[in-house]
């Protein structure tokens, strides 16, 4: 299989088979990505070198690069919260592709979040309008979506207002979004939303938070769960998702780019096997769970050290299932995604690959 400078054929695979994306053209490049050290915004750089094109990457000086090695990209050094880095990392691109983001369930420093996820949207995209971009993607979050109470899956239109949002980090993604759209409205930025749902895959260095519920569940550190859900996509769908978003995308709109529902019993089972570890033994409520939580968290404000192994805020998150619907990104990008199953067990993989598991 060739790919040319020109275009990319995406290929990715079901349990039962395999499915083809179409070609999409693309011209060279180059395209900021910023994020690129982190796991989205890695999967995101790797898939537009997949297609041939040129790819730079925006990171502040001292962040982790791990996600870099042996990918031939552009650095330039930058960052979000000083606007006059900007500029010059984005001049002579074709494209903005803005993955990067705080993500964390649970801070210390809360001014810090909503700076680097708001402030540092806004400037990125207000520098990618002066300079003449010729078209941008931003990467958002289900988590700014609205939640059907019914368990039914949410899709982009479901209602949801900025007092529904439980946590910083999901309020500074609704408010990110907003000023997202703002520059929108306020410049000639062609610049299309992408909204995520759980990405699980390989490259997860940090991990994620996400990531570490995979890592506890395979090294036999969860015993035992709640009943909530989440809705669980390959990073390299996500990834994929991006390119398609960037080719086809309507300005303005916003595409959830998901994958499987599934309980977080379905998922913690699903590691146990891939991972033959022990599976959880017993469902919990979350009632007796929210004082450890509050220790929890008061201990790692005293000490200073990690963040708490559980949260309030996780646990007021998990009172609803994340299910979500991918329909209008299917229909209008074109948009597939593998089985939850397939990203559960390439994650536990890469994890295992890595040395991941076999920490204490």
């Known amino acids: 299989m060739e790919i040319s400078a020109s275009g990319c054929l995406c290929v990715a695979y079901e349990c039962l088979g395999q499915y083809e994306f179409e070609t999409l053209k ?3 490049g180059p395209y900021l990505v910023t994020g690129a050290t982190g796991f989205v915004g890695s999967a995101v750089a790797r898939k537009l070198l997949a297609c041939g094109c040129k790819v730079r990457v925006l990171t502040r000086p001292n962040n982790d690069r791990r996600n870099l090695n042996g990918l031939d ?5 930058g960052d ?3 606007p006059g880095t900007l500029r010059p990392a984005l001049e002579g691109c074709s494209g903005l592709f803005h993955v990067a983001a705080d993500y964390r369930i649970w801070t210390r420093d809360v001014a810090g979040m909503f700076a680097a996820n708001v402030d540092g949207t806004r400037s990125i995209l207000q520098a990618a309008a002066d300079v003449g971009i010729e078209r941008a993607v931003y990467t958002s979050s289900v988590a700014v979506l609205g939640i059907n109470p019914s368990g039914t899956p949410s899709d982009e239109n479901t209602l949801v207002t900025y007092e529904d949002m439980v ?3 999901k309020q500074s993604k609704y408010r990110a979004e907003e000023a997202c759209n703002e520059v929108i409205e306020q410049t000639a930025l062609d610049c299309v939303i992408v909204n995520p749902s759980t990405p699980i895959g390989p490259n997860d260095v940090k991990p994620t938070p996400t990531g570490r519920i995979i890592v506890e569940a395979a090294t036999n550190k969860m015993p035992a769960y709640v009943d909530t859900g989440l809705n669980v996509a ?3 769908d996500v990834a994929e998702g991006h390119v398609r978003a960037f080719e086809k995308g309507e300005r303005g709109r916003r595409y959830i780019l998901g994958g499987d529902d599934m309980t977080l019993k379905e998922i913690l089972y699903t590691v146990a096997e ?3 570890s022990r599976p959880p033994k017993f469902q919990i409520p979350r009632g007796p769970i929210y004082p450890l939580a509050y220790v929890a968290e008061a201990w790692s404000n005293l000490t200073g050290i990690g963040e708490p192994f559980v949260t309030v805020d996780g646990l007021k998150m998990s009172k609803k299932k994340m299910f979500f619907s991918s329909e209008r990104a299917e229909r209008e990008l074109g948009y597939q995604h593998r089985s939850g199953i397939l990203a559960i067990q390439d994650a536990v993989s890469w994890f295992r690959n890595n040395g991941y598991l076999s920490k204490t």
Do not use: R
């Not at 990209?73 to 050094?77: G, M």
């Open 26 to 28: 693309l011209s060279q």
């Open 73 to 77: 990209v552009e650095v330039v050094e």
């Open 80 to 82: 979000l919260l000083h």
């Open 167 to 169: 946590g910083v980090y």
């Open 234 to 236: 390959h990073v390299d």
């Open 274 to 276: 891939a991972a033959n």
